[in-house]
């Protein structure tokens, strides 16, 4: 729902007050209170960015309970954090790796480089694992929260975007464990590592779009909550996760590149571990992640409203 | 002064059938896309696209001045939650608008965004950034919360261990917290044990007086309302009955509610989570008396139809004045009756050998506990008529400004 805040312009008592300060009340300065219009909204909503601003701890605060809540009771614990991609890895690396034979068939430059199939295979799950999270955790985190819908207001945006959050916590471990594999087999990062942090950015913008997609899709229509694995775990397989994928015909590689992951997934393997980049794949998947995001904002603004008569 | 609340026309129609399934299914818009020029078509034809329409609320506007406290009351589905969550900006309405003026906090239930795998400290942080609070206002307070809410030496368990009532002290007592300039309530004070209930409303009245809060709140406790607020609204079936002084508003609505409308008990509207099983009540002059009348034995009979098994089931009558005050109640708990009630139907009476009630209108409402556990609760369930009738075997009786209950006492004069 959007709000209307036209006194807040002049000034903004909520929103950079010092924290020690107790709240200014309204009589005595009744020009200094926010204003709210609350009415029925029609078609597309704007975002209210200086409302996000005001409520950021929350989003902090959401990441952070998924975060702490994921790992009770467990007896390992965090370690599952460590436990998860590696063995995702030996799994992917045994079955595609090995079975399917796909370890001779890794590209040429990286062959030259010594790169074992498993640091390849890991390359890629690195991103696909933040965003298929995205897609699923994010996708059914409005309605496991139905509780919170119907009963309290907080701005809907952050319950997705903050299981992207958590997610990128997850990421920043698998990362930790990554570089260590890495020293064990001798291998030196290329250089354009520096621009890790830049495709983590597009990665979590992908993913936060979907989460936002699907997870207003899943509230309104529950038929998302079956379809969703099935959609996360065929795109996987038409994504290179676990395969090297260098087609020699042109028209495969431009069909291919469609998929937003395969420019994304191909441009980690190349900042980490020296593969060529494909610049244009990449182009096309930053122009995709853009349209993804902001579709999937406007569409979540949309049936923002809906939410909590639906939850 | 401007109003902290300007509220005008405020409308909210639900959809029928899609509130009761909660939620579409893609093949439903699928399906209604099929058949909607099918139903244009019906529409044009006459019968009209409204069907299944309901307005939980319709067309309501007042006021709230700054720094009011203000009640909202009626029964159950009369729109006092719908209201709420419109203000809460929860959710949209479907026609006018509103304007608050001011920060706002709305507490629709204690405890929402609780997790209970998080200790109580981890949640106290949760809870408040979900309330709106900085965490640097929650470090400011925490002490403050810990105290009230009185679970110290339990910050660091998991809330799922908590009993109910510790969980429900500490969800309050963060809530009270807050510093809203405009703070909206619905019913939190139905929880926890009654020390604590009267702790939270001496909170709200707290937070009431202080400087210029204006305070929105929905009970069906007519006492609370008549303590916290200054005027009342009342609301029937979504639409605005009157608004004005407490008292004026309040004894409107016990008159409206003297005006019986269902007699249907089991029709008639719960609170979320009880299972109707009061099918009936009726109260009769017993044995030789002629009618209901002070003194005179009377027979109170509940019929149920009781639809899950109810262990140690006590009955509960409570009367109340037109003032909404409740001046007495009669439970077979305190007789040491606790039975337990069998599915299907059945009958519960009660026999009062003298009626300690004074001549005059009295709202009944019924209550079945489960032990300690409200199974089922009919607020103004019938009016009873008390006749006067010769309590005391004098002629005599008590001026009706001295009080409605009857006693018999010895005195001494020295």
């Known amino acids: 729902m959007n709000l209307t805040a036209p006194s807040m312009q002049a000034e903004p008592p909520l929103i950079d007050r010092p924290p020690d300060s107790p709240a200014p009340l309204a009589p005595s300065e009744p020009t200094d209170t926010p204003e709210f219009e609350i009415r029925a909204h029609r078609g597309w909503v704007a975002i209210d960015f200086q409302e996000l601003m005001h409520y950021r701890e929350l989003l902090y605060f959401f ?54 199939y498993s640091l390849f295979n890991y390359a890629g799950i690195l991103p696909w694992m933040l965003f298929a999270t995205g897609c699923t955790g994010g996708g059914t985190s409005l309605m496991n929260q139905q509780n919170l819908l119907t009963k309290i207001y907080f701005p809907r945006l952050f319950v997705p975007t903050a299981v992207v959050g958590a997610a990128l916590v997850d990421m920043a471990i698998s990362f930790s464990v990554f570089f260590v594999l890495m020293a064990c087999y001798g291998v030196v990062p290329s250089w354009t590592v520096i621009f890790i942090p830049l495709l983590v950015l ?77 610049f244009p794949a990449l182009a096309m998947s930053i122009a995709e992640v853009a349209g993804i995001l902001l579709f999937g904002m406007y569409y979540f603004k949309k049936t923002e409203r809906r939410f909590a008569d639906l939850a | 002064m401007t109003p902290a609340i300007t509220i005008d026309g405020i409308s909210k129609c639900y959809q029928l059938g899609l509130r009761a399934e909660k939620y579409l299914t893609l093949r439903d818009t699928i399906m209604a896309a099929i058949k909607a020029p099918l139903r244009r078509m019906a529409g044009l034809a006459g019968r009209g696209p409204e069907q299944g329409q309901f307005w939980a609320l319709k067309d309501v506007s007042f006021d709230v001045k700054r720094g009011e406290v203000i009640g909202i009351i009626g029964r159950n589905g009369a729109g006092k939650s719908t209201l709420l969550k419109i203000l809460s900006r929860i959710t949209e309405p479907t026609e006018g608008r509103a304007r608050l003026r001011g920060r706002v906090s709305s507490l629709l ?54 009993s109910s009532g510790m969980h429900v002290r500490l969800a309050f007592a963060v809530a009270a917290h807050l510093e809203p300039e405009i703070l909206i309530i619905d019913e939190v004070l139905a929880v926890g044990d009654q020390e604590f209930q009267k702790k939270c409303l001496g909170r709200i009245q707290q937070i009431a007086e202080g400087d210029g809060r204006t305070v929105l709140f929905v009970s069906h406790n007519m006492n ?6 200054d005027r009342a609204v009342y609301l029937r079936n979504g639409r605005l009955v009157s608004i004005g002084p407490t008292a004026d508003v309040v004894t409107e609505y016990m008159n409206s509610a003297m005006e019986t409308q269902e007699v249907d008990l089991l029709a008639r509207p719960r609170f979320r989570g009880l299972a109707p099983s009061i099918a009936g009540f009726t109260c009769s002059p017993a044995r030789n008396a ?50 337990t009630l069998a599915i299907g139907k059945q009958s519960v009476c009660c026999e009062v050998e003298k009626l300690p009630l004074a001549a005059g209108r009295y709202i009944v409402d019924l209550e079945i506990f489960s032990g300690s556990k409200v199974a089922d609760y009919i607020q103004h369930a019938t009016v009873i008529d008390v006749q006067f009738g010769d309590y005391f075997g004098n002629g005599r009786t008590l001026f009706s400004f001295e009080g409605s209950v009857l006693t018999r006492s010895r005195w001494t004069f020295q």
């Open chain 1, 63 to 116: 990441a952070w309970r998924d975060v702490k809540v994921r790992y009770k009771q467990t007896m390992l614990g965090a370690a599952w954090a460590i436990i998860q991609p590696v063995l995702n890895v030996i799994i992917q690396t045994v079955i595609f790796g090995t079975v399917a034979g796909f370890a001779s068939k890794l590209p040429a430059e990286l062959r030259a480089r010594h790169i074992p």
């Open chain 2, 290 to 339: 002629q009618h209901v009348a002070s003194g005179a034995p009377v027979v109170f009979r509940l019929d149920l139809n009781v639809t899950e098994p109810i262990r140690n089931a006590s009955v509960t009558v409570m009367f109340s004045n037109d003032q909404g005050y409740r001046i007495l109640g009669i439970s077979s708990r305190c007789e040491g009756e606790l039975s």
């Open chain 2, 109 to 162: 239930e204690v405890g929402t965004g609780f997790h209970p795998e998080l200790t109580g400290r981890e949640n106290i942080y949760l809870n408040g950034a979900i309330l709106g609070m900085r965490k640097a206002e929650i470090d400011r307070k925490f002490d403050e919360i810990v105290a009230f809410a009185e679970t110290e030496q339990f910050l660091d368990t998991p809330v799922k261990r908590y």
């Open chain 1, 202 to 278: 597009l990665t979590a913008m992908a993913a936060s779009g979907m989460a936002y997609l699907f997870s207003s899709l899943t509230v309104t229509y529950r038929d998302f909550r079956f379809l969703l694995p099935f959609m996360v775990s065929t795109w996987q397989f038409c994504s290179p996760v676990g395969y090297p994928l260098d087609p020699r015909r042109q028209w495969i590689r431009w069909l291919l590149r469609v998929n937003p992951m395969y420019g994304i997934i191909n441009a980690y393997r190349s900042a980490l571990l020296g593969q060529h980049w494909d």
């Open chain 2, 224 to 229: 609370s309302v008549n303590r916290l607020c």
